[in-house]
């Protein structure tokens, strides 16, 4: 199994990203697909997520309207689009897969907000 995460990088403020998890080893269609951040010296929290029928679902208030994430099936890859990004959404990006029995992690990837 393994989840790759890709797209991050040095951005400035008002800008936007692409994330994307490449999947491979499981069944792609049939786990919920997450994202998680970690800021420096913070907790992992949970920003969205798909379900395996594509149904999107988001935690944090404050990022909505900002954050999108979507999959793509066909690829095996799940996204977020991050859109006028701020100094505050700098952090290491994992994406996770949830089946019924089991999970998965990405190593990650970083997106730094900063002019």
């Known amino acids: 199994v393994q989840l790759v995460e890709s797209g991050g990088g040095l951005v400035q403020p008002g800008g936007s990203l692409r994330l994307s998890c490449a999947a491979s080893?499981?069944?792609?269609?049939?786990?919920?697909m997450n994202w998680y951040r970690q800021a420096p010296g913070k907790g992992r929290e949970w920003v969205e997520g798909m379900t395996a029928d594509n149904g999107r679902t988001s935690d944090l208030e404050s990022v909505k309207v900002r954050y999108t994430a979507s999959r793509d099936t066909a690829k095996n890859t799940l996204y977020l689009q991050i859109n006028n990004l701020k100094p505050e959404d700098t952090a290491t990006y994992y994406c996770?897969?949830?089946?019924?029995?089991?999970?998965?992690w990405g190593q990650g990837t970083q997106v730094t907000v900063s002019s």
């Open positions: 080893g499981f069944t792609f269609s049939s786990y919920a």
């Open positions: 996770k897969a949830v089946g019924r029995r089991d999970y998965y």
